[in-house]
């Protein structure tokens, strides 16, 4: 792995942390774990995009990530609907007027747990 692959885990793994520890909040805080777990599954894509020597643009669109990669990891194409879903989180719900659920929070971690373990597999790690 390359030196700024294991940035791009290890802020991966930062907001993964910081997802998990949101959880155990009393409040819950849904738009920022929801915020986190997007940002969490966009780090990964950029560790594995950069591994596998493929150039990417500064963007949140996580599904517009996928398909730089797809070529290298075709099972990506079906994450496509838990990739849109995370999308929703990097910028919108930063703003007021929308405020996502615990449900919806509950969905972003569920996505998040698989995606992240699906993508460290893909780059050597441990689920």
Known sequence: MTPLTA?????AEEDWHTLEWLVQSPRGFPA??????????????????HEAGIT???????EGLAELLRSGEPAIAACMDQLAFL???AVEVRYPGIVPSDDEAA???QACTA??????????LSP
């Open 7 to 11: 940035e791009w885990v290890e802020k």
């Open 32 to 49: 920022a774990v929801g915020f986190h777990a997007q940002q969490c599954v966009e780090k990964y894509l950029k560790a594995r995009l």
């Open 56 to 62: 990417f643009p500064k963007t949140h669109d996580l």
């Open 87 to 89: 999308s929703r989180f």
């Open 107 to 109: 969905e972003a971690r």
């Open 115 to 124: 995606l992240r373990s699906r993508l460290r597999k893909s780059l050597g």
